[in-house]
């Protein structure tokens, strides 16, 4: 079975701070994992995933992870915090068909 | 590319009631759909896997009878929530594979529904 726990329901950061959300996988077999970024009352928007290539994967809005198979991790990062930012974060799992969420985890950025 | 709409995108009910969920793909086909609902502040949970023309898989502790699902179209997959009540109340999400994909992983999300039951 495949899953991610996503390390701390909450961040708080500073407009410009680096923004660093945690994210460790669970996976029998090579997982290919994703970050969603989510807006109240919207849908999920992709940041990023690793499908076995680049171990650092860059996404959009300036966010990067890197896929680190030693630490089953697959953290997110951010150099600077916009107040835009702010929203809710996803990582995810997927193999064999379906895709598995962890809790998500909820960034604030203060000015 | 690859699009997926939600209709309706709010909808309120009285309890007892039934609503329909609709999730269409607007730019590409998909062999499979996936819904799932997400509760105030938590995760998404996947509900069923919808497969074009044939029944859907649901994940344990999900109520086939209450959650009908129909994947009736290569662009088009509903969820009807039958006899409503106030703890069906949820954000509903769909997704959609395209069937071109090579990749087993790739899946487009659709703007969720909000449903509330009174």
């Known amino acids: 079975a495949q899953s991610v726990t996503q390390l701390g329901s909450h961040v708080s950061v500073s407009e410009g701070a680096l923004v660093l959300l945690r994210c460790n996988y669970s996976?029998?077999?090579?997982?290919?994992l994703f970050w969603y970024v989510q807006y109240p009352n919207q849908g999920l928007q992709l940041l990023l995933k690793y499908t076995s290539a680049a171990t650092l994967v860059k996404g959009i809005n300036g966010f990067e992870a890197e896929f680190k198979k030693s630490e089953t991790s697959f953290h997110l990062t951010k150099p600077s915090a916009h107040m835009s930012d702010a929203a809710e974060y996803f990582c995810a799992v997927s193999r064999n068909n379906d895709m598995r969420f962890g809790a998500g985890t909820r960034l604030t950025v203060k000015p | 590319g690859a699009v997926v709409s939600q209709h309706p995108s709010w909808v309120i009910c009285k309890s007892g009631t039934s609503v329909k969920i609709e999730c269409r793909s607007l730019?590409?086909?998909?062999?499979?759909m996936f819904w799932y609902r997400q509760f105030p502040k938590q995760s998404l949970m996947l509900m069923a896997t919808?497969?074009?023309?044939?029944?859907?898989?649901?994940e344990q502790g999900v109520e086939k009878d209450k959650f009908l699902i129909n994947h009736a179209s290569l662009t088009l997959s509903t969820l009807t929530v039958t006899s409503a009540h106030p703890e069906d109340s949820s954000f509903y999400i769909c997704s959609a594979r395209p069937s071109t994909s090579g990749f087993s992983y790739e899946q487009y999300f659709g703007p969720g529904t909000r449903l509330t039951v009174t």
């Open positions: 919808s497969n074009e023309g044939s029944k859907a898989t649901y």
């Open positions: 730019d590409f086909q998909a062999t499979t």
């Open positions: 996976s029998s077999v090579p997982p290919y």
